[in-house]
């Protein structure tokens, strides 16, 4: 057997009473290091491979589906993978969702083989760290790089061959000088040619800045929230906005008279949320990858084909996350989970700094952490501002503030922004594993709630 | 046999890995090599209405190199479990740490520990739930929600279980050889209801707790599941019913199925060494406790005793050994509001200058490092202590609250916030009905010293969190948290409906 396309095809050879198989292979090469005050902590070099078997198979009642998965060295795991995906679909009642698996179509690039990656993928990322570290004084450095690509191979009995390698590359610093630090991420599929003593020297300048510590209460005030800010709260909202969910009656999708609210005003800005495979700096897999039935995918999706999708067009909410079954049950397009995202408003929109310049008194949040569901109906969220709340007077940051707790929810916040920025690429802090390619606005919010303050420095 | 590890894991050529890659690491001069084996099988059984939702199955295994070479660490992991592979991961660690030595920083130094030949370890539990069959597990689920759905007051159910069984065989150069076996399982269920004024959604979750039980606990053997789920319709019908929160400064009882939780987030994170180290300072953050404080810190009223332990029986985080080869162990964190102790892997113990390490590393799966993870952490009961009843009525004005919901702390463990499944209203040591949109906030060491009331022994629960995230790459973990009723005085309650968030 020479490589995992062969030893797919083989295994799809040993479908015996299923109507239909299905197959996922995840290649994964993956090196990263971490740092802590100014020394390594953490590393390691980690491949690693994962079959998912689906099993469909029709019966009087409906579709019936077995999932299995298997982690680990091939060997002769697979027909027995296949086996007991089988025996689980026989078993199992049929599945609310399921039905047969899409139209069958193949990528070019199926007979590719997964790609590779290394400690070496850091390039300059080593000797500028040493050189950082080196520079810092009496800061200190806190930080994580990894390098990542994941090569999805998906196989089906009804013929679909399609092949995705995904390159990701994440760098996370943060700068601390006594009680005052600063963070940057940067997302990227390529390290190595990464500047990190100019990073470095970056986050230490806004340190340095002159300016007072304020001491403010709760309450409301005008904030300017960073791409970065923005783009953890968007994808909160993403992953709440499951028309699945919102069917059942949990989320803040979900109408009393069971509709979808599409074609509901969300802001009076024109906004517009997208997603598109082929985004030429957010590039993700141009067909859905289920490897378990959840809120926004199905496993009997796998493999759909996947197009730009506007879930908000400037302004108005145009379309949930759909699974088959769900765009079915509401006669919406079928407008499958994508994995990236993009928010932007008009043309002409200000930068950071031109809306720090037009600011008269308000708060710069630079980073936002620990969101958490309060109330899965409102989409209300709690968290913290981290990492630098800067004052804004007059066009001009004059200082830092305290941390601040905050009960919001991205959709309310959407309703009440009043300016939107030129969108950049960003990084949700909090979700730099799971959802990286992100292309957000800064926003203003003119009457942002803070409900404590939060002592943590 | 009830003691015994799987035939199919002891099956692996674990001693053939091990030694090709330990006599690798003793010719290249490692100062320490581990190599781990590590099996984990995951289950996910999702039933709503009545229907099956999603049902899976996953068994992922692979091998795992850790070394410490002139001074550094290195890790590699691969799922080819051939001696080849052992090796090839055995060189690129050392490569790793070579590469890691260069940059510079204090040389790692390991706390000693002695060797464990041949040991093994298996979690007790008497059905293991991937022996019993899926059918069996969607007619338990679709069960419990027609139960539930005979109720007006139900609209939806959603009933879910999840189940892992992880199998760890551990050597290092010191000798040891560990193998280990453990079973969890945390089945839930979501009733969803409607608010009778705007037709809004309110929701009620079972608080029965994960435990490190087979799939007898479905049936009941440590968790009344039947009992649970009888109330389950009355609460949700009253929480549809509730008024919205009066903010204020009250009074709470607080359920050990919230306050497991709250334990959780502002001691057991708070007391991890290398919190206090800065290890984690760029992503789940530090902890206000500096790495000098224990016997100095002083963390909240007398009443409050928290134990750390490996041993508790049915806690996730129980287990024989670490993912260092450290033996299970107990000890005391905080004794009558006194900060006493840090949770410490080996390179933390050392740091402190401990003769020991207290057995706290621990690595999700094959692929992930061991590192720094919160053992069961535990607040004490008082002796001959009263019950959750006479707790609640030794209050004028406050809240009862149970079952944990929402949750987030800063990142120093400090400011907190945390919702509840329910709040009832206390007026005159009697519950007055559920009230809506509460969420408590207040500051670790001064909610800890608002700590005026513990109930006894009868009150106490073994509670825990089986989806604990930290580190990068994030790694998720499970600890169980055990304690009793408690009264907290004068805490700040808010409406997080945004009248006063």
Known sequence: MSGIQDALEAALRHRRDADELLLIADETAAAHLRWAGDALTTNGSVRSRRVTAAAVRDGAAGVHVGLVGHGGALGDALPGLVRAAERAARDAPPAADAT?????????????????????????????????????????????????????????????????????????????????????????????????????????????????????????????????????????????????????????????????????????????????????????????????????????????????????????????????????????????????????????APTLPEMVRSTRRGLLLTSLWYLRDVDPASLLLT??????????????????????????????????????????????????????????????????????????? | ????????????????????????????????????????????????????????????????????????????????????????????????????????????????????????????????????????????????????QAHESVAHVLARATAAQENTYYADLDGTRVTQQRVRVHPQVLAVGRRPRDGGVQTLRTVGPPVARGWEYLHGEGWDWAGELAELPALLAEKTQAPAVRPGRYDLVIDPSQLWLTIHESVGHATEYDRALGHEMSYAGGTFATPDAAGRLRYGSALMSVDADRSAPHGLATVGFDDEGVAAQSWPLIEAGVLVGFQHDRGSAARAGLPRSAGCAYAESYRHTPMARMPNVSLRPAVDGPDTAALIAGVTDGFYLAGSDSWSIDMRRRQFQFTAQRWHRIRNGRLAGQVSGAAYQAETTAFWSALCGLGGEGTWLLSGADMCGKGQPVQAAAASHGCPSAVFRGIDVVDTGGRDG
């Open chain 1, 100 to 348: 047969r698996l899409p139209e069958p179509w193949r990528t070019p690039s199926w007979a590719e083989p997964p790609g590779g990656t290394s400690v070496d993928a850091f390039g300059d990322v080593l000797p500028g760290l040493a050189d950082a570290f080196a520079a810092a004084g009496q800061r200190r450095l806190y930080g994580y790089t990894e390098h990542r690509v994941v090569t999805t191979y998906l196989a089906a009995s009804t013929g679909a061959r399609l092949r995705h390698a995904q390159s990701t590359g994440l760098f996370d610093l943060s700068v601390r000088d006594g009680d005052d630090s600063a963070w940057a991420g940067v997302t990227a599929p390529d390290l190595t040619g990464l500047d990190v003593p100019a990073l470095a020297a970056e986050l230490s300048a806004t340190l340095a800045r002159p300016g007072r510590r304020v001491e403010l209460p709760p309450g409301r005030y005008e904030v300017l929230l960073t791409p970065n800010c923005v783009a953890d709260l968007m994808l909160h909202l993403y992953l709440a906005a499951g028309a699945r969910g919102a069917l059942d009656g949990r989320t803040a999708f979900s109408r009393p008279d069971g509709r979808l609210p599409l074609g509901e005003r969300l802001t009076a800005l024109p906004l517009t949320l997208r997603s598109d495979p082929d985004h030429p700096l957010l590039p993700c897999a141009p067909f859905t990858v289920s490897r378990g039935t959840d809120d926004l995918t199905a496993v009997v999706d796998n493999g759909l084909p996947l197009r730009p999708t506007r879930w908000i067009d400037e302004g108005v909410l145009t379309a949930l996350v759909q699974t088959r079954h769900t765009a079915e049950q509401t006669g919406a397009p079928l407008t499958p989970m994508v994995d990236n995202l993009v928010l932007e408003g008009g043309p002409d």
């Open chain 1, 383 to 457: 968290g913290l501002t981290r990492d630098g709340v800067r004052l804004v007077e007059d066009g001009e940051i004059v200082g830092t503030v305290h941390n601040f707790r905050f009960n919001e929810s991205p959709l309310s916040l959407l309703a009440r922004a009043t300016e939107a920025g030129r969108p950049v690429p960003a990084l949700p802090r909090e979700w730099g594993d799971y959802f990286t390619r992100m292309v957000m606005p800064p926003l203003r919010v003119p009457d942002f709630l803070m409900s404590a303050v939060s002592p943590a420095t």
């Open chain 2, 1 to 148: 046999m009830p003691d015994e590890i799987d035939d199919s894991f002891l099956a692996l050529p674990l001693a053939r890995l091990a030694d090709a890659a330990l006599s690798r690491a003793r010719q290249r001069g490692a100062r320490y090599a581990a190599l781990r084996v590590q099996r984990v099988r995951s289950g996910r059984t999702v039933v709503h209405d009545g229907a099956l939702r999603a049902s899976e199955e996953e068994t992922e295994t692979g091998l795992a190199v850790r070394v410490l070479h002139r001074g550094a660490w290195g890790f590699a992991a691969t799922p080819e479990l051939t001696p080849e592979a052992a090796v090839r991961a055995c060189d690129d660690a050392l490569a790793l740490a070579r590469a890691c030595a260069d940059v510079g920083g204090a040389p790692v130094a390991l706390a000693p520990e002695p060797a464990y030949p041949g040991a093994t370890w298996r979690s007790p539990y008497r059905i293991n739930p991937f022996e019993v069959p899926e059918s069996e597990r969607v007619e338990l689920l679709s069960h419990w929600c027609a139960g539930l």
